[in-house]
């Protein structure tokens, strides 16, 4: 077991432990200011390589939501739509040869957009979050991934603001459909990063800009991923050649090593697909994608090839 005791401007003082016992996987916690930070810590080998996956939160959703359970209860219903944990017990028992750590970024606000409005240092936070999960024991040399879903992905933009340059050891960005706060300000960070041969990009939208709730529509014209993500393709693709791999309900415009992809669900019922795009594999196959795990044993917004404690027990 191992104890740590961190300081880090503008944050509180605090200690937390860590380990595992019976080769069971532990769940550690940290408080740090008005940021929860929930571990998935598997055991380690020193023989793998470790993925450290920043996961940011959906706006509304706790972590133990989030983390999700099978439930019949209709008021629980948010623990029934992500299911994050299952999601990573899946990938784990598929990349046996890597060592995944999930770590679940909750504030106090149950939302990043809500969070990053109320700190005008944002960015000294973020970096300080991104910096003491770095510093834990297993995870110093490890690969980060950045994802997160709905106002998740204002973490990840928040992250950016704070780079001058993305740095090296980040090596996925994953927005499942999380890309509000996009604009071409963000071009030349992504593009410059994405000019490593190691780096990875995917982004999950639905025609947000056409569907309703209550007759009325959900987003604007300009205000949803769908739109964001038209302007994503339209700024990158002046870069990089983009083929479409798939063209059905899910439309897969990529490039041929998949590190830029992405994945679009029509909506012609103009309905609301926005948790489907995580609970159907979608965290799956933003971790998998362009590795030669990809669509083996699973498919993207296929049936649920994962399973919950209750279901397993």
Do not use: C
Request: avoid cysteine.
């Amino acid at each position: 077991m191992n104890r740590f005791f961190l300081i880090i401007p503008f944050f509180t003082v605090f200690a937390f432990t860590y380990g595992q016992s019976n080769g069971v996987d532990s769940m550690t916690r940290l408080t740090v200011d008005d940021v929860i930070i929930t571990i998935d810590l598997p055991l380690l080998s020193n023989k793998n390589k470790t993925i450290l996956i920043l996961y940011a939160l959906p706006n509304g959703n706790n972590t133990e939501q989030t983390r999700g359970r099978k439930t019949n209860n209709e008021n629980e219903w948010r623990y029934d739509i992500q299911h994050i944990e299952a999601q990573t017990r899946f990938i784990r028992n598929e990349m046996k040869s890597a060592n995944i750590i999930v770590a679940y970024l909750e504030n106090k606000f149950l939302s990043w957009p809500a969070w990053k409005a109320a700190h005008v240092n944002y960015k000294d936070k973020v970096l300080a979050i991104v910096d003491t999960l770095r510093g834990l024991d297993g995870a110093r040399d490890a690969d980060v991934y950045l994802n997160g879903h709905s106002g998740g992905g204002r973490f990840i933009f928040s992250l950016l603001d704070a780079y001058t340059e993305i740095p090296r050891f980040i090596k996925r960005i994953s927005f499942i459909d999380s890309n509000y706060g996009y604009d071409s300000s963000y071009l030349q960070k992504l593009q410059t990063w994405l000019a490593s041969s190691s780096n990875y990009l995917n982004v999950f939208a639905y025609n947000d800009s056409v569907a309703l709730y209550n007759d009325k529509p959900v987003v604007s014209a300009k205000g949803g991923t769908w739109y964001r993500t038209q302007q994503m393709i339209n700024d990158l693709s002046s870069s990089y050649h983009l083929k479409m791999i798939r063209n059905d309900s899910i439309q897969v415009l990529s490039t041929m090593d998949d590190r830029l992809s992405f994945l679009l669900k029509s909506n012609p019922d103009r309905k609301i697909y926005h948790t489907q795009q995580v609970e159907l594999n979608g965290f799956i196959h933003s971790v998998l994608i362009g590795t030669k795990y990809a669509s083996k044993n699973y498919q993207y917004y296929g049936r649920r090839a994962y399973r919950t404690e209750r279901e397993r027990d």
